[in-house]
């Protein structure tokens, strides 16, 4: 899939708009990704600030205003994005184009559903573009790999899983018929639950075995616990080991002063989209 462009000729206001909201290599663009990120920031700490008690009796109004005030803003951006590019529904169906929308949905869904703008604290992972305004793309390449290797052992995990719930059921029924609704052990979903906590070596301690032969099953339970944790760990880190790292060609991209898109060939002398040469 080719990547988002300008929704308009070069030089067009639609151009000029997308440069500045999708680019960071103008003092422009540059700028409003930073006042983005302060307002991204600011915006998930009212919502934070707004659920502490005391802070909501003594300031409530004033947060709810600056609530809406971000709203409004990240509204408009979101239709500016739409409105620049060249393609609004596929931006509108991408990983950011839906974090963008799900970003301001919360506080308009606030009005028929009180407590709804909680809800807004999803713009955090709008921080994600700190990666580009910084020029830390070297991390998104590092991220690929990370990601590609998790995509990849989807299935070893996928068998691990199933391999947890089968025991956790098991253990759980044991315990179940072990111990009784006198221990707190009220149901085989009861005993499922405590199962879980200890192989995971939570441990809530909100229901334990009172019987020797109880004790001595959760013991077991307890030490398996700590060799299952490594499992998933050593799956992700032996697909790690074989995952090409990413070059720094990769990840190198610079602008096109005519069309406005990205090269992500370090070494090209002219834009593969219309031709002109690029500057380094």
Known sequence: MSRLGPGGPP????????????????????????GLLVAIVSSVAVVMLE????????????????????????TIEYAARLWSVDSPRRYA???????????????YV???????????????????????????TQ???????????LQ???????????AVVNIAVIVGALMYLVEGPEAGFTSIPRGVYWGIV???TVGYGDIAPQSPLGQTLAAMVMIMGYGIIAVPTGIVTAQLTHQPRPKAAETATRVCPACGRLEDDAEADFCKYCGV????
């Open 139 to 149: 991390y998104l390449g590092e991220a690929r790999v990370l990601g590609d290797a």
């Open 51 to 74: 659920s502490v008690e005391g802070i909501r009796l003594a300031y409530g109004p004033e947060l709810r205003a600056a609530e809406w005030v971000l709203t409004v803003l990240f």
């Open 11 to 34: 030089g067009s206001v639609r151009a000029k708009t997308y440069r500045v909201i999708f680019e960071q290599d103008t003092v422009p663009g540059r700028a409003f990704d930073i």
């Open 277 to 280: 040469p690029i500057s380094i």
């Open 93 to 107: 169906l991408s990983f950011f184009g839906l974090i963008d929308l799900f970003a301001v949905i919360p506080t």
């Open 110 to 136: 606030s009005l028929l559903i009180p407590g709804g703008q909680v809800l807004t604290v999803v713009r955090i992972l709008r921080v994600i573009r700190v990666f580009r305004v910084l020029k830390l």
């Open 152 to 162: 990849k052992s989807r299935y070893k995990i996928a068998v691990f899983l199933v």
């Open 198 to 200: 200890t192989l995971t």
